[in-house]
């Protein structure tokens, strides 16, 4: 018999212990990097209560609304260092992609429900009483057309110091 028959006709056996070895090394690897993925904020989600198990009425969450609003634009100043005032109308050709300020003339209207007011204090005020009525009531903050970051945080601040815990924003209504 030649040699190529005789190892053809060997049974060969396969070993088992370098897999089985393999085997735990690779799952000791992947559980050694492993990075679970923290949660980065809180998403308060309002479910109804009347469906499931519990078949108690929900009470409707009564919100604050804020609506914010533009009533005379003003005029586009150039930016300017700290502590100086901007004093240079801004020139939407030469410069675009500089952002700008805007003059002491830009007037906007804050809305509460039906009371309306263009005064800034007035507004937080106003939350406070609210809040005091109703400690857990939100509030949210509708920015309309016109109205940019600056606005928008001088009321979320606002919010803030009439201690409101949840604060939302209304989407565009583009």
Same mark, same amino acid.
Request: net charge positive.
């Given at each position: 018999?030649?040699?190529?028959?005789?190892?053809?006709t060997e049974e060969s056996k396969l070993e088992m212990t370098p897999m089985i070895d393999v085997t735990f090394l690779l799952l000791i690897f992947f559980m050694c990097t492993l990075k679970?993925?923290?949660l980065e904020g809180k998403l308060a989600a309002y479910l109804p209560k009347d469906v499931g198990v519990n078949t108690s009425q929900a009470e409707p969450i009564e919100k604050v609304e804020i609506t914010v609003r533009v009533i005379r634009e003003g005029t586009k100043m150039k930016p300017v260092k *700290?502590?100086?005032t901007p004093t240079e109308r801004w020139d939407p050709d030469?410069?675009?992609?500089?952002?700008?300020?805007f003059g002491s003339d830009r007037v906007l209207e804050y809305a509460i429900g039906p009371r309306k007011t263009q005064s800034l204090s007035?507004?937080? *005020?106003?939350l406070k009483q609210l809040h005091g009525v109703n400690k857990e009531?939100?509030?949210t903050i509708d920015a309309r057309k016109g109205v940019v970051y600056e606005d928008v945080i001088q009321v979320l601040d606002s919010a803030m110091n009439a *201690?409101?815990?949840?604060v939302t924003f209304v989407g565009s209504y583009e």
């Open positions: 018999m030649s040699e190529l028959s005789r190892i053809a679970f993925k923290t *700290d502590g100086q030469l410069d675009a992609k500089r952002r700008y300020v007035e507004l937080a *005020d106003r009531r939100p509030a *201690d409101f815990k949840e």
